[in-house]
Protein backbone atom coordinates (compact mmCIF):
# COMPACT_ATOMS: atom_id res chain seq x y z
CA UNK A 1 0.00 0.00 0.00
CA UNK A 2 1.04 3.51 -1.08
CA UNK A 3 1.56 6.16 1.83
CA UNK A 4 -0.21 9.26 1.29
CA UNK A 5 1.30 11.43 3.60
CA UNK A 6 4.85 10.49 4.71
CA UNK A 7 7.38 12.20 7.45
CA UNK A 8 10.63 11.77 8.28
CA UNK A 9 12.61 12.86 11.75
CA UNK A 10 10.57 15.87 12.24
CA UNK A 11 11.58 17.67 15.07
CA UNK A 12 10.22 20.52 16.62
CA UNK A 13 12.03 23.10 18.58
CA UNK A 14 10.40 26.03 21.10
CA UNK A 15 12.87 28.08 22.21
CA UNK A 16 14.82 25.96 23.92
CA UNK A 17 12.34 23.01 24.34
CA UNK A 18 12.49 19.83 21.92
CA UNK A 19 8.73 19.57 21.49
CA UNK A 20 8.76 16.76 19.16
CA UNK A 21 12.39 14.81 18.84
CA UNK A 22 12.63 12.86 15.55
CA UNK A 23 9.13 11.29 14.32
CA UNK A 24 8.21 9.47 11.18
CA UNK A 25 4.73 9.11 10.36
CA UNK A 26 3.29 7.49 7.43
CA UNK A 27 -0.99 7.52 6.45
CA UNK A 28 -1.25 4.68 4.08
CA UNK A 29 -3.66 5.64 1.58
CA UNK A 30 -7.21 5.27 2.95
CA UNK A 31 -6.44 4.47 6.21
CA UNK A 32 -7.24 5.62 9.93
CA UNK A 33 -3.96 6.50 11.84
CA UNK A 34 -4.10 7.44 15.85
CA UNK A 35 -1.87 9.01 17.32
CA UNK A 36 -2.01 8.85 21.28
CA UNK A 37 -0.24 10.18 24.56
CA UNK A 38 -0.49 12.11 27.70
CA UNK A 39 -0.62 15.76 27.55
CA UNK A 40 2.65 17.69 26.30
CA UNK A 41 3.57 13.99 24.80
CA UNK A 42 3.76 16.18 20.94
CA UNK A 43 0.84 15.07 19.87
CA UNK A 44 -0.31 18.82 18.69
CA UNK A 45 2.72 20.18 18.32
CA UNK A 46 3.62 17.49 15.34
CA UNK A 47 0.34 16.92 13.57
CA UNK A 48 0.90 21.20 13.20
CA UNK A 49 4.33 20.82 11.67
CA UNK A 50 3.32 17.99 9.22
CA UNK A 51 0.30 21.05 8.18
CA UNK A 52 3.15 23.57 8.44
CA UNK A 53 1.11 25.45 11.23
CA UNK A 54 1.72 27.04 14.43
CA UNK A 55 -0.26 29.70 16.46
CA UNK A 56 3.68 30.22 18.36
CA UNK A 57 6.74 30.69 16.76
CA UNK A 58 8.73 27.03 16.58
CA UNK A 59 11.76 25.92 14.78
CA UNK A 60 10.34 23.30 12.38
CA UNK A 61 12.93 20.33 10.80
CA UNK A 62 12.19 17.11 8.85
CA UNK A 63 10.32 16.68 5.58
CA UNK A 64 6.47 16.08 4.50
CA UNK A 65 5.38 14.26 1.57
CA UNK A 66 2.10 14.48 0.14
CA UNK A 67 1.09 11.60 -2.42
CA UNK A 68 4.87 12.07 -3.25
CA UNK A 69 5.37 15.65 -3.65
CA UNK A 70 7.61 17.48 -0.69
CA UNK A 71 5.76 19.65 1.19
CA UNK A 72 8.50 21.63 2.87
CA UNK A 73 8.77 25.64 2.83
CA UNK A 74 5.28 25.54 1.78
CA UNK A 75 2.71 27.81 3.44
CA UNK A 76 0.08 26.48 5.67
CA UNK A 77 -2.48 27.52 2.97
CA UNK A 78 -0.03 26.19 0.01
CA UNK A 79 -0.56 23.14 2.02
CA UNK A 80 -4.42 23.39 2.39
CA UNK A 81 -4.13 23.88 -1.24
CA UNK A 82 -2.56 20.86 -2.39
CA UNK A 83 -5.07 18.83 -0.40
CA UNK A 84 -3.04 18.44 3.31
CA UNK A 85 -5.94 19.95 5.67
CA UNK A 86 -5.61 20.68 9.18
CA UNK A 87 -8.38 20.67 11.44
CA UNK A 88 -7.03 22.58 14.81
CA UNK A 89 -6.96 21.62 18.17
CA UNK A 90 -9.71 23.67 20.06
CA UNK A 91 -11.21 26.85 18.03
CA UNK A 92 -11.21 25.95 14.73
CA UNK A 93 -14.24 27.92 12.91
CA UNK A 94 -14.63 31.92 13.29
CA UNK A 95 -17.00 33.08 15.47
CA UNK A 96 -17.83 35.98 13.63
CA UNK A 97 -19.30 34.37 10.39
CA UNK A 98 -21.97 32.30 9.95
CA UNK A 99 -22.19 28.50 9.29
CA UNK A 100 -22.96 29.05 5.49
CA UNK A 101 -19.78 32.12 5.60
CA UNK A 102 -17.74 29.60 7.07
CA UNK A 103 -17.96 26.66 4.53
CA UNK A 104 -17.46 29.46 1.91
CA UNK A 105 -14.31 30.62 3.02
CA UNK A 106 -12.84 27.38 1.21
CA UNK A 107 -12.19 27.46 -2.15
CA UNK A 108 -12.73 23.22 -3.46
CA UNK A 109 -10.12 22.84 -5.84
CA UNK A 110 -10.79 22.91 -9.62
CA UNK A 111 -8.87 19.59 -10.35
CA UNK A 112 -10.22 16.80 -7.53
CA UNK A 113 -8.18 13.89 -8.57
CA UNK A 114 -6.38 12.00 -6.03
CA UNK A 115 -8.36 14.38 -3.66
CA UNK A 116 -11.85 13.45 -2.12
CA UNK A 117 -14.69 16.22 -2.94
CA UNK A 118 -17.36 16.71 -0.73
CA UNK A 119 -20.61 18.98 -2.03
CA UNK A 120 -22.77 21.04 0.14
CA UNK A 121 -25.09 18.47 -0.16
CA UNK A 122 -22.99 15.78 1.03
CA UNK A 123 -21.83 17.69 3.66
CA UNK A 124 -25.49 18.30 5.00
CA UNK A 125 -26.31 14.51 4.16
CA UNK A 126 -23.38 14.19 7.12
CA UNK A 127 -24.42 16.67 9.35
CA UNK A 128 -28.03 17.27 8.94
CA UNK A 129 -27.65 19.43 12.21
CA UNK A 130 -25.60 22.37 10.39
CA UNK A 131 -28.49 22.69 7.51
CA UNK A 132 -30.43 24.08 9.95
CA UNK A 133 -28.02 26.16 11.50
CA UNK A 134 -26.67 27.38 8.17
CA UNK A 135 -27.40 30.70 9.31
CA UNK A 136 -26.35 30.80 12.74
CA UNK A 137 -23.00 32.58 13.81
CA UNK A 138 -20.03 30.52 15.18
CA UNK A 139 -20.27 31.80 17.64
CA UNK A 140 -23.76 30.60 18.62
CA UNK A 141 -23.29 27.55 17.98
CA UNK A 142 -23.17 24.00 20.40
CA UNK A 143 -19.43 22.70 21.10
CA UNK A 144 -20.64 19.79 19.37
CA UNK A 145 -22.00 21.95 16.23
CA UNK A 146 -19.05 24.02 15.85
CA UNK A 147 -16.59 20.84 15.52
CA UNK A 148 -18.86 19.73 13.05
CA UNK A 149 -18.44 23.17 10.87
CA UNK A 150 -14.95 22.86 11.65
CA UNK A 151 -14.97 19.04 9.72
CA UNK A 152 -17.26 20.26 7.62
CA UNK A 153 -14.93 23.01 6.32
CA UNK A 154 -11.77 20.94 6.13
CA UNK A 155 -13.94 18.30 3.72
CA UNK A 156 -14.93 21.18 1.48
CA UNK A 157 -11.33 21.53 0.62
CA UNK A 158 -11.23 18.16 -0.85
CA UNK A 159 -8.87 16.92 1.23
CA UNK A 160 -6.12 14.15 0.18
CA UNK A 161 -4.93 13.62 3.70
CA UNK A 162 -7.09 15.01 6.70
CA UNK A 163 -5.40 16.16 9.79
CA UNK A 164 -7.70 15.83 12.87
CA UNK A 165 -6.29 17.46 16.09
CA UNK A 166 -8.29 15.82 18.97
CA UNK A 167 -11.59 16.37 17.56
CA UNK A 168 -13.58 15.22 20.49
CA UNK A 169 -12.05 17.79 23.28
CA UNK A 170 -14.90 19.39 25.35
CA UNK A 171 -17.81 17.03 23.73
CA UNK A 172 -20.16 14.81 25.30
CA UNK A 173 -19.33 10.78 25.17
CA UNK A 174 -22.29 10.24 22.73
CA UNK A 175 -21.19 13.34 20.69
CA UNK A 176 -17.59 11.68 20.43
CA UNK A 177 -18.76 8.72 19.07
CA UNK A 178 -20.98 9.90 16.74
CA UNK A 179 -18.41 12.13 15.19
CA UNK A 180 -15.74 9.80 15.22
CA UNK A 181 -17.86 7.28 13.69
CA UNK A 182 -18.66 9.62 10.91
CA UNK A 183 -14.52 10.02 10.44
CA UNK A 184 -14.90 6.01 10.18
CA UNK A 185 -17.09 6.41 7.64
CA UNK A 186 -15.25 8.22 5.48
CA UNK A 187 -12.58 6.86 5.68
CA UNK A 188 -13.91 3.68 4.65
CA UNK A 189 -15.01 5.49 1.24
CA UNK A 190 -11.35 6.25 0.75
CA UNK A 191 -10.04 9.03 2.58
CA UNK A 192 -6.95 9.30 4.57
CA UNK A 193 -6.78 10.34 8.18
CA UNK A 194 -4.53 10.96 10.82
CA UNK A 195 -6.27 11.16 13.93
CA UNK A 196 -4.78 12.73 17.79
CA UNK A 197 -6.77 11.90 20.41
CA UNK A 198 -6.51 11.92 24.07
CA UNK A 199 -9.58 9.00 24.04
CA UNK A 200 -7.44 5.77 23.86
CA UNK A 201 -10.45 3.48 24.21
CA UNK A 202 -12.23 5.47 21.45
CA UNK A 203 -8.83 5.77 19.06
CA UNK A 204 -8.41 1.84 19.33
CA UNK A 205 -11.59 0.61 18.14
CA UNK A 206 -11.98 2.88 15.11
CA UNK A 207 -8.28 2.88 14.10
CA UNK A 208 -6.43 0.61 11.99
CA UNK A 209 -2.66 1.85 13.02
CA UNK A 210 -1.52 3.57 16.61
CA UNK A 211 1.37 5.74 17.42
CA UNK A 212 1.85 6.26 21.13
CA UNK A 213 3.61 9.16 21.51
CA UNK A 214 5.63 9.72 25.12
CA UNK A 215 7.59 13.53 25.93
CA UNK A 216 8.13 13.92 22.02
CA UNK A 217 9.32 10.92 20.86
CA UNK A 218 7.71 7.55 18.89
CA UNK A 219 7.49 4.70 21.89
CA UNK A 220 5.24 2.47 20.02
CA UNK A 221 3.30 1.94 16.89
CA UNK A 222 1.63 -1.06 15.15
CA UNK A 223 -1.51 -2.42 14.14
CA UNK A 224 -4.73 -1.58 16.56
CA UNK A 225 -5.42 -4.83 17.15
CA UNK A 226 -1.62 -4.93 18.48
CA UNK A 227 -1.22 -2.07 20.12
CA UNK A 228 -4.90 -3.40 22.37
CA UNK A 229 -2.37 -5.69 24.08
CA UNK A 230 0.55 -3.53 24.16
CA UNK A 231 1.57 -3.59 27.70
CA UNK A 232 2.07 0.14 27.65
CA UNK A 233 -0.92 1.14 26.37
CA UNK A 234 -2.67 -1.68 28.58
CA UNK A 235 -0.91 -0.17 31.53
CA UNK A 236 -0.44 3.67 31.01
CA UNK A 237 -4.39 3.83 29.54
CA UNK A 238 -6.74 1.37 29.24
CA UNK A 239 -5.47 0.41 32.40
CA UNK A 240 -6.10 3.29 34.69
CA UNK A 241 -9.33 4.00 33.00
CA UNK A 242 -11.10 0.69 33.86
CA UNK A 243 -9.50 0.73 37.19
CA UNK B 1 -27.72 82.28 12.66
CA UNK B 2 -29.22 80.44 10.08
CA UNK B 3 -30.22 76.68 11.59
CA UNK B 4 -30.37 75.06 8.18
CA UNK B 5 -27.71 76.48 6.35
CA UNK B 6 -25.85 74.88 9.98
CA UNK B 7 -27.17 71.56 9.17
CA UNK B 8 -25.58 71.61 5.49
CA UNK B 9 -22.47 72.84 7.12
CA UNK B 10 -22.93 70.08 9.65
CA UNK B 11 -23.15 67.43 6.60
CA UNK B 12 -20.57 68.44 4.22
CA UNK B 13 -18.08 68.25 7.35
CA UNK B 14 -19.11 65.57 8.84
CA UNK B 15 -19.31 63.62 5.03
CA UNK B 16 -15.63 64.65 4.88
CA UNK B 17 -15.01 63.19 8.30
CA UNK B 18 -16.37 59.99 7.77
CA UNK B 19 -14.52 60.19 4.02
CA UNK B 20 -11.11 60.62 5.62
CA UNK B 21 -11.90 58.06 8.30
CA UNK B 22 -13.37 55.23 6.19
CA UNK B 23 -9.82 53.55 5.16
CA UNK B 24 -8.85 53.72 8.99
CA UNK B 25 -12.19 51.91 10.36
CA UNK B 26 -11.60 48.85 7.56
CA UNK B 27 -8.09 48.70 8.97
CA UNK B 28 -8.59 48.69 12.43
CA UNK B 29 -11.82 46.22 11.65
CA UNK B 30 -10.23 43.91 9.29
CA UNK B 31 -6.41 43.67 10.24
CA UNK B 32 -6.40 45.25 14.41
CA UNK B 33 -3.92 47.54 13.58
CA UNK B 34 -3.73 51.21 14.05
CA UNK B 35 -1.57 53.36 11.38
CA UNK B 36 -0.31 56.56 12.83
CA UNK B 37 0.82 57.88 9.36
CA UNK B 38 -2.91 58.11 8.35
CA UNK B 39 -2.41 62.03 8.33
CA UNK B 40 0.40 62.41 6.65
CA UNK B 41 -1.10 59.85 3.68
CA UNK B 42 -3.90 62.43 3.85
CA UNK B 43 -1.30 65.39 3.24
CA UNK B 44 0.39 63.15 0.32
CA UNK B 45 -2.69 61.99 -1.39
CA UNK B 46 -3.76 65.81 -1.86
CA UNK B 47 -0.04 67.02 -3.08
CA UNK B 48 0.28 63.86 -5.47
CA UNK B 49 -2.93 65.44 -6.90
CA UNK B 50 -1.85 69.19 -6.69
CA UNK B 51 1.87 68.36 -7.92
CA UNK B 52 -0.18 65.93 -10.97
CA UNK B 53 -2.12 69.16 -11.89
CA UNK B 54 1.15 71.84 -11.58
CA UNK B 55 3.69 69.73 -13.28
CA UNK B 56 1.61 67.55 -15.66
CA UNK B 57 -0.82 70.47 -16.42
CA UNK B 58 -3.29 67.72 -15.88
CA UNK B 59 -7.07 68.30 -15.03
CA UNK B 60 -8.50 67.66 -11.30
CA UNK B 61 -10.70 65.49 -12.21
CA UNK B 62 -7.89 63.09 -13.65
CA UNK B 63 -5.43 63.97 -11.11
CA UNK B 64 -6.92 62.96 -8.14
CA UNK B 65 -7.96 59.22 -9.68
CA UNK B 66 -4.49 59.45 -10.38
CA UNK B 67 -3.25 60.13 -6.64
CA UNK B 68 -5.20 57.70 -5.21
CA UNK B 69 -3.23 54.92 -7.51
CA UNK B 70 -0.37 56.18 -6.39
CA UNK B 71 -1.67 56.36 -2.40
CA UNK B 72 -2.69 52.36 -3.32
CA UNK B 73 1.07 51.47 -4.41
CA UNK B 74 2.68 53.68 -1.73
CA UNK B 75 0.24 51.15 0.74
CA UNK B 76 2.24 48.42 -1.26
CA UNK B 77 5.29 49.50 -0.63
CA UNK B 78 4.70 50.12 3.62
CA UNK B 79 2.60 47.17 4.24
CA UNK B 80 5.43 45.07 2.21
CA UNK B 81 8.18 46.45 4.98
CA UNK B 82 5.74 46.12 7.89
CA UNK B 83 4.56 42.25 6.93
CA UNK B 84 6.22 40.66 9.56
CA UNK B 85 5.30 43.28 11.86
CA UNK B 86 1.84 42.66 10.90
CA UNK B 87 1.78 38.98 10.74
CA UNK B 88 2.69 38.71 14.82
CA UNK B 89 0.69 41.32 15.55
CA UNK B 90 3.20 43.41 17.06
CA UNK B 91 1.24 46.47 17.50
CA UNK B 92 3.43 48.62 20.22
CA UNK B 93 5.90 48.64 16.86
CA UNK B 94 3.73 48.82 14.45
CA UNK B 95 2.23 52.03 16.17
CA UNK B 96 5.84 53.11 16.46
CA UNK B 97 6.64 52.18 13.05
CA UNK B 98 3.81 53.99 11.02
CA UNK B 99 4.49 56.95 13.64
CA UNK B 100 8.08 56.80 11.53
CA UNK B 101 6.63 56.79 8.48
CA UNK B 102 4.36 59.83 9.06
CA UNK B 103 7.15 62.59 9.97
CA UNK B 104 9.24 60.76 6.95
CA UNK B 105 6.65 61.60 5.01
CA UNK B 106 6.19 65.24 6.35
CA UNK B 107 9.97 65.62 6.44
CA UNK B 108 10.30 64.84 2.80
CA UNK B 109 7.14 66.01 1.56
CA UNK B 110 8.57 69.54 3.15
CA UNK B 111 11.87 68.58 0.90
CA UNK B 112 10.07 68.06 -2.30
CA UNK B 113 7.24 70.19 -2.23
CA UNK B 114 8.38 73.17 -0.14
CA UNK B 115 7.00 74.46 3.40
CA UNK B 116 5.01 76.98 1.49
CA UNK B 117 0.61 76.57 1.43
CA UNK B 118 -0.28 75.86 -1.91
CA UNK B 119 -3.80 76.19 -3.97
CA UNK B 120 -5.32 72.75 -4.35
CA UNK B 121 -8.16 73.63 -6.51
CA UNK B 122 -11.10 71.57 -7.30
CA UNK B 123 -12.87 73.41 -10.27
CA UNK B 124 -16.25 72.36 -8.99
CA UNK B 125 -15.33 74.05 -5.19
CA UNK B 126 -16.33 77.39 -6.69
CA UNK B 127 -19.35 76.62 -8.22
CA UNK B 128 -21.89 77.25 -5.69
CA UNK B 129 -25.47 76.52 -5.14
CA UNK B 130 -28.07 78.44 -3.37
CA UNK B 131 -31.37 77.94 -2.17
CA UNK B 132 -32.87 81.14 -0.94
CA UNK B 133 -31.07 81.64 2.17
CA UNK B 134 -28.81 78.50 2.22
CA UNK B 135 -25.23 78.14 0.43
CA UNK B 136 -23.24 75.12 -1.11
CA UNK B 137 -20.82 74.06 -3.92
CA UNK B 138 -20.87 71.43 -6.34
CA UNK B 139 -17.53 70.16 -4.65
CA UNK B 140 -19.89 69.91 -1.37
CA UNK B 141 -22.17 67.54 -3.26
CA UNK B 142 -20.00 65.13 -4.81
CA UNK B 143 -18.16 65.17 -1.15
CA UNK B 144 -21.29 64.12 0.30
CA UNK B 145 -22.56 61.73 -2.50
CA UNK B 146 -18.98 60.06 -2.70
CA UNK B 147 -19.21 58.99 0.78
CA UNK B 148 -22.49 57.88 0.81
CA UNK B 149 -21.84 55.61 -2.10
CA UNK B 150 -18.37 53.99 -0.72
CA UNK B 151 -19.82 53.43 2.63
CA UNK B 152 -22.74 51.57 0.99
CA UNK B 153 -20.05 49.77 -1.49
CA UNK B 154 -18.09 49.01 1.44
CA UNK B 155 -20.87 48.27 3.62
CA UNK B 156 -22.00 45.46 0.26
CA UNK B 157 -18.90 44.09 -0.24
CA UNK B 158 -17.87 43.68 3.59
CA UNK B 159 -21.87 41.80 4.82
CA UNK B 160 -22.52 40.20 1.43
CA UNK B 161 -19.30 38.83 -0.50
CA UNK B 162 -16.80 36.40 -0.06
CA UNK B 163 -14.12 38.93 -0.31
CA UNK B 164 -15.50 40.52 3.27
CA UNK B 165 -15.72 37.15 4.69
CA UNK B 166 -12.96 36.58 3.95
CA UNK B 167 -11.62 39.92 5.54
CA UNK B 168 -13.40 39.70 8.54
CA UNK B 169 -12.03 36.19 9.14
CA UNK B 170 -8.11 37.45 8.65
CA UNK B 171 -9.66 40.31 11.30
CA UNK B 172 -11.03 37.26 14.10
CA UNK B 173 -8.10 35.26 13.33
CA UNK B 174 -5.30 35.60 10.91
CA UNK B 175 -3.76 31.80 11.72
CA UNK B 176 -6.97 30.12 11.52
CA UNK B 177 -7.36 31.45 7.91
CA UNK B 178 -4.27 30.34 7.11
CA UNK B 179 -5.61 26.76 7.59
CA UNK B 180 -8.89 27.71 5.17
CA UNK B 181 -6.35 27.97 2.18
CA UNK B 182 -6.46 31.95 2.95
CA UNK B 183 -3.27 33.71 2.26
CA UNK B 184 -3.23 36.52 5.53
CA UNK B 185 -0.63 38.23 4.30
CA UNK B 186 -1.85 38.72 1.22
CA UNK B 187 -5.15 40.02 2.74
CA UNK B 188 -3.19 42.66 4.83
CA UNK B 189 -1.67 43.80 1.90
CA UNK B 190 -4.78 44.63 0.21
CA UNK B 191 -6.47 45.85 3.70
CA UNK B 192 -3.88 48.49 3.70
CA UNK B 193 -3.60 49.37 0.18
CA UNK B 194 -7.56 50.17 0.42
CA UNK B 195 -6.80 52.49 3.37
CA UNK B 196 -3.95 54.64 1.81
CA UNK B 197 -5.91 54.88 -1.53
CA UNK B 198 -9.35 56.01 0.47
CA UNK B 199 -7.36 58.75 2.49
CA UNK B 200 -6.19 59.63 -0.79
CA UNK B 201 -9.93 59.92 -2.38
CA UNK B 202 -10.51 61.75 1.02
CA UNK B 203 -8.01 64.34 0.31
CA UNK B 204 -8.85 64.67 -3.03
CA UNK B 205 -12.34 65.40 -2.25
CA UNK B 206 -11.58 67.53 1.16
CA UNK B 207 -8.07 69.17 1.01
CA UNK B 208 -9.57 71.23 -1.99
CA UNK B 209 -11.68 73.61 1.11
CA UNK B 210 -8.12 75.32 1.99
CA UNK B 211 -5.14 75.65 0.80
CA UNK B 212 -2.51 72.87 1.71
CA UNK B 213 0.53 72.27 3.53
CA UNK B 214 2.80 69.62 4.20
CA UNK B 215 2.74 70.02 7.99
CA UNK B 216 -0.39 69.38 7.45
CA UNK B 217 -2.71 65.80 8.54
CA UNK B 218 -2.18 65.66 12.69
CA UNK B 219 -5.93 67.14 12.72
CA UNK B 220 -7.20 64.39 10.40
CA UNK B 221 -5.44 61.69 12.16
CA UNK B 222 -7.05 63.07 15.64
CA UNK B 223 -10.99 63.05 13.91
CA UNK B 224 -10.06 59.95 12.33
CA UNK B 225 -9.21 58.44 15.71
CA UNK B 226 -12.55 60.14 17.44
CA UNK B 227 -14.41 58.87 14.58
CA UNK B 228 -13.29 55.43 14.52
CA UNK B 229 -13.79 55.04 18.09
CA UNK B 230 -17.32 56.33 18.14
CA UNK B 231 -18.64 54.68 15.82
CA UNK B 232 -17.14 51.57 17.55
CA UNK B 233 -13.85 50.36 16.25
CA UNK B 234 -14.63 48.63 12.63
CA UNK B 235 -18.07 49.07 12.33
CA UNK B 236 -18.60 50.75 8.81
CA UNK B 237 -22.27 51.91 9.50
CA UNK B 238 -20.63 53.22 13.31
CA UNK B 239 -18.10 55.02 11.27
CA UNK B 240 -20.54 56.93 8.97
CA UNK B 241 -22.79 57.95 11.41
CA UNK B 242 -19.96 59.03 13.83
CA UNK B 243 -18.57 61.09 11.42
CA UNK B 244 -21.63 62.79 10.37
CA UNK B 245 -22.35 63.25 14.16
CA UNK B 246 -19.00 64.87 14.33
CA UNK B 247 -19.77 66.73 11.65
CA UNK B 248 -23.21 67.94 13.13
CA UNK B 249 -21.77 68.62 16.46
CA UNK B 250 -18.80 71.05 15.31
CA UNK B 251 -21.10 73.46 13.11
CA UNK B 252 -23.80 73.76 15.48
CA UNK B 253 -21.62 74.11 18.43
CA UNK B 254 -19.36 76.46 16.27
CA UNK B 255 -21.96 78.67 15.36
CA UNK B 256 -24.09 78.50 18.67
CA UNK B 257 -21.31 78.38 21.34
CA UNK B 258 -17.33 79.30 19.72
CA UNK B 259 -15.86 77.43 17.31
CA UNK B 260 -12.53 78.33 19.04
CA UNK B 261 -13.45 75.06 21.48
CA UNK B 262 -14.96 72.82 19.07
CA UNK B 263 -12.15 70.28 19.24
CA UNK B 264 -12.25 70.17 22.94
CA UNK B 265 -15.80 69.95 22.92
CA UNK B 266 -15.60 67.30 20.33
CA UNK B 267 -13.48 65.51 22.91
CA UNK B 268 -15.27 66.15 25.69
CA UNK B 269 -18.16 64.54 23.52
CA UNK B 270 -16.22 61.32 23.05
CA UNK B 271 -15.01 61.58 26.82
CA UNK B 272 -18.71 61.13 27.67
CA UNK B 273 -19.67 58.70 24.91
CA UNK B 274 -16.49 56.24 26.34
CA UNK B 275 -17.85 56.18 29.72
CA UNK B 276 -21.68 55.37 28.66
CA UNK B 277 -20.74 53.43 25.37
CA UNK B 278 -17.72 52.24 26.13
CA UNK B 279 -17.55 49.89 23.02
CA UNK B 280 -19.24 52.89 20.47
CA UNK B 281 -21.77 53.26 18.85
CA UNK B 282 -22.52 50.45 16.93
CA UNK B 283 -21.96 47.97 20.04
CA UNK B 284 -24.97 45.78 20.34
Redesign the interface.
Known sequence: MTNELEASQIVVRYGGNVAVDGIDVAVPAGAMVGMVGANGAGKSTLINAL?G?S?G?PVVRGSVRLGGQSMDGL???RR??RGL????EG???????TVS??L????PPADTSDRHAFSMDDIYTLFPRLAERRSHKGGMLSGGERQMVAVS?ALR?APRVLLLDEPSAGLAPRLVHELLSTMRALVDRGLSLLLVEQNVRATLELVDELYLLERGRLVAKGPAAAMKNDPRILEAYLGSLTA | MNIAQQIINGLVLGSGYALIAIGWTVLLGAARLVNFAHGQLYMLGAFTAWAIMQKLGLSYFVAVPLAVLVLGLVGVVLQGMMLRLVMEQNLTSLMIVTLGFGYVFQGGAAKVFGGDPQAFISPVETASIRFGELWFTWQDVITLAGTLLLFAALWLVMNRTRLGAVVRCVAEDPKLAQLFGINAALVYIGVFVFECAAVALAAGLVAPRSPILTSMGFDEVILTFVVVVLGGIGSVGGSLLAGFGLGMFTALFGALVSPAYTTAAAFLVLLAVLVLRPRGFAAR
Not at chain 1, 91 to 97: E, P, Q, S, V, Y
Not at chain 1, 104 to 107: E, G, H, I, S
Request: charged share 25%; glycine share 4%; aromatic share 8%.
Open positions: AWRAAPHAEVLVPKGIFADLENALVRRA
